[in-house]
């Protein structure tokens, strides 16, 4: 099909919509038998047939209410893209790709293993299922983990025919398309997103960074006070999770009050939301708060991080908090962490991700303040 249609249809057809690809090829078959070319008009019948074959089956892929995500990978020489699928009360709702390096001795299994492991030891959510192409290693011992995390049974399935396997082999040619169009851009967008929370972990000497939260207050001398929290997971920022707090109990211009307030809310919010969770054992409803970061980043230096570890103290949380520092010139300098504060360079992704934060948890707190 990728050679028959342009990139933004096989978006959407891996995507599950369908009808752009049906239009394209019907317009094209048509075309192909116009100008008596009946072989060419032959092939976008059979793609046509194909392509309905793949829609109607999506509609009955799975039972309704069941969750698993689908796991493929391509790879060449340099590069690894591992493809992963997200099925949701029995349809594909998403997907995600993955760019690693490529190490010669490691074989599929591994790489498959230790993806499995990384992902999931960072997601709060995983499914009923898990299909992978190939079996690995321990297989038993991370399905376990996987479903003490959970809390029911997770099924790791490696597919050999049926709807699953015509997933995987799905997933797997997304990855390929992937690989051999995109992995010039993805190395870029690695570099500055994945590449660039390695770097502050390198520099905080912390592991498993994935979600960063950022916090910041806005006020004119005290006036509506107002506090943001932005998030980025996995260097990206991920609006939907973005938060608002008006401040109630603090009169007047005292922004670490002000931080106190919305912190305590926060993570008051999240430790009742993650309790509810685990009583009732819902495994795909989230509270707006219930995940928690794996770092904390504060818009500020000691003053500022010792207002946040006295919150998270108090409500025996242990996260790790950073200021981010800024100079004379109100621009980005480093990181306060542990009592200390840590240069970092200018040119690095790391610093530049910073930044980003920094002025996006500042700029969503004054719009916030100014509406």
Known sequence: IKAEVKRDIIDEFL?????????????KMMQASEELDFEKAKEYRDLLFSVKQIAQKQKIT????????????AQDEKSVIIQTFFVRNGKIIGREHFYMKNSEEEPVPAIIQSFVMQFYAGT??????????CEIDDHTLIEEWLSSKRG????????????????????????EIVLKQ???????????????????????NLKGISRMEAYDISNISGFESVGSMVVYEKGKPKRNDYRKFRIKSVIGPNDYASMQEVLL??????????????????????GKFTKLPDLIMMDGGKGQVNIAETVLASLKLDIPVCGMVKDDNHRTRG??????????SHNSEGFKLITRIQDEAHRFAIEYHRS
Do not use: C, M, W
Not at 272 to 277: G, I, L, P, S, V
Not at 335 to 342: A, C, M, Q, S, Y
């Open 152 to 175: 029911n049974k997770v099924h790791i399935t490696v597919p050999q025919k049926g709807k699953k396997e015509k997933l995987v082999e799905l997933a797997e040619k997304n990855a």
């Open 62 to 73: 799975d039972q309704p209410g069941e969750d698993r995500d689908i796991i493929a990978l």
């Open 124 to 133: 709060p959510f995983i499914p009923k299922e898990i299909i992978i192409p």
């Open 265 to 286: 809310r926060r993570f008051e919010h999240g430790i009742k939301e993650r309790q509810e969770y685990e009583e009732q054992k819902r495994s795909s409803q989230y």
């Open 182 to 204: 995109d992995i010039d851009k993805i190395k870029r967008e690695d570099a500055r997103t994945y590449g660039a929370v390695r770097e502050i972990e390198d520099l905080l």
């Open 335 to 344: 990181l306060f962490f542990h009592n200390e504060e840590i240069p970092i």
């Open 15 to 27: 995507n599950g919509d369908y009808k752009p690809v049906i239009s394209e090829l019907e317009q």
